[in-house]
């Protein structure tokens, strides 16, 4: 491995953690334990993102979110960089305070624990639904007939948005969230393509939706909102894919790797089928395990230290919830799925400080209730191939896994 920063000078050849296949192929686990180990604030000087920051251990990652003053997260919440002439397409978790704020609390009444509450049953009867319709002693793909399916019905629901056209979302999504695209000028313009035939369907739904009385979907909130009535078409479109990567990339990608986990750790599984009372815990170490975004980026706004490392104005810090949720100084074993660890609470894979993810309960509802479903029918996830995952630094997800169904 390259040779990772020295203490309060910046090291030409320190690790670069953001090459996909490391993501690709399952094998980023020694490299960030060794960065942990050896230089957990680390300086890459040569990426395809350009030169960065690493944090990979739990308390500087902590650390860099609860100072958003000093750490900004304009103007982008990724590593890659704007290209000149494209459009910016900003959205409110890459803003600070005030603007941040104001838009958040725009879109937060939809993840009240009320709307949790009028939701349930009604995830809880697709989720019913979906389960029943799976072939038994067949092989299929968990990913789209399942994780894929469940998030992006959840996804049309909250949006309002034409049933029978949801996977639109998902196409969208996927777009959306992959920033290797980024490297090719030819994927670049393809995914800008997609990101405004994105805008111009949701464009639509807003002209039908102003004028008319609020109703609970986000596009009427935005309509009735005083800090987002008047956004632009670029900070629109930031928003939506905002919206639509948090709904369904992090709750999608953590039905997979749950399912993966359990298959991996035989004895947990049967923790957990033994003893239902410990689904709400294993959905937060589920969510730890899996971590389905590796890193969210800040900027240094001031000349700073961080861990003995001199950062400077305008740097780029690559925080790798991926790592710190694999800290052994906080999570002990941490590379093991553990069904009934005592803090997987304490996991990062939200965030930390202000800008923690607005629509946590709700992944927690849906994972939670996909596991209860499946315990009150005793069906166990049998993984047949190894799954296919997705070659990114950013999405830390599943493409394809085949499995089977049996009985326990």
């Not at 609390?105 to 799976?134: G, K, N, Q, Y």
């Not at 490297?183 to 393809?190: A, I, M």
């Not at 479109?237 to 035989?266: A, C, E, H, Q, S």
Request: aromatic share 10%; with cysteine.
């Amino acid at each position: 491995m390259a040779t990772l920063a020295q203490p309060a000078e910046k090291t030409a050849k320190a690790f670069d953690a953001t090459r996909p296949e490391l993501y690709r192929d399952d094998i980023w686990q020694e490299p960030f334990r060794k960065m942990r180990a050896n230089a957990p604030v680390a300086y890459c000087e040569d990426s395809p993102f350009g030169p960065y920051w690493s944090v990979a251990a739990y308390k500087p990652i902590v650390h860099v979110e609860a100072l958003p003053e000093i750490f900004s997260s304009e103007p982008s919440i990724t590593l890659s960089d704007f290209v000149e002439g494209e459009p910016r397409m900003p959205m409110f978790i890459a803003m600070d305070r005030p603007k941040h704020t104001d838009q958040r609390r725009t879109v937060a009444p939809a993840f009240t624990p009320s709307e949790m509450a009028r939701m349930s049953d009604d995830i809880r009867r697709r989720t019913a639904e979906i389960l029943d319709e799976l072939p038994k002693g067949e092989t299929f793909d968990w990913v789209d007939r399942v994780s894929i399916e469940l998030t992006t019905q959840m996804l049309a629901i909250l949006f309002d948005f034409p049933w029978e056209e949801r996977r639109k979302l998902t196409f969208w999504s996927d777009w959306a969230g992959d920033i290797e695209l980024y490297h090719d000028p030819v994927t670049r313009q393809e995914r800008l393509m997609h990101l405004f035939e994105c805008a111009t369907y949701f464009k639509g739904l807003w002209d039908q939706r102003v004028g008319k009385p609020q109703t609970p979907d986000l596009i009427s909130m935005m309509i009735h909102s005083e800090a987002m009535s008047h956004m632009d078409d670029q900070e629109f479109l930031g928003n939506l894919i905002l919206l639509i990567v948090g709904g369904n990339d992090t709750t999608r990608n953590t039905m997979t790797g749950l399912m993966y986990g359990l298959d991996k750790f035989p004895d947990e599984r049967a923790k957990l089928e033994n003893d239902p009372g410990l689904i709400g815990n294993a959905v937060q170490e589920a969510i730890r395990w899996q971590t389905p975004l590796a890193h969210m980026r800040r900027t240094a706004r001031q000349d700073t230290e961080l861990e003995g490392q001199q950062i400077k104005a305008g740097d780029k810090v690559a925080l790798w919830y991926i790592s710190g949720n694999r800290d052994e100084s906080v999570f002990e074993d941490a590379d093991k799925l553990i069904v009934d660890r005592p803090n997987a609470r304490r996991h990062l894979s939200f965030g930390y400080g202000i800008h923690r993810c607005v629509g946590a309960r709700l992944a927690e509802l849906q994972v939670g209730i996909l596991l209860e479903e499946m315990a009150k029918r005793r069906l166990r996830v049998e993984v047949v191939e190894e799954p296919i995952r997705v070659n990114a630094c950013f999405v830390h997800g599943y493409r394809k896994m085949p499995v089977s169904l049996s009985r326990y």
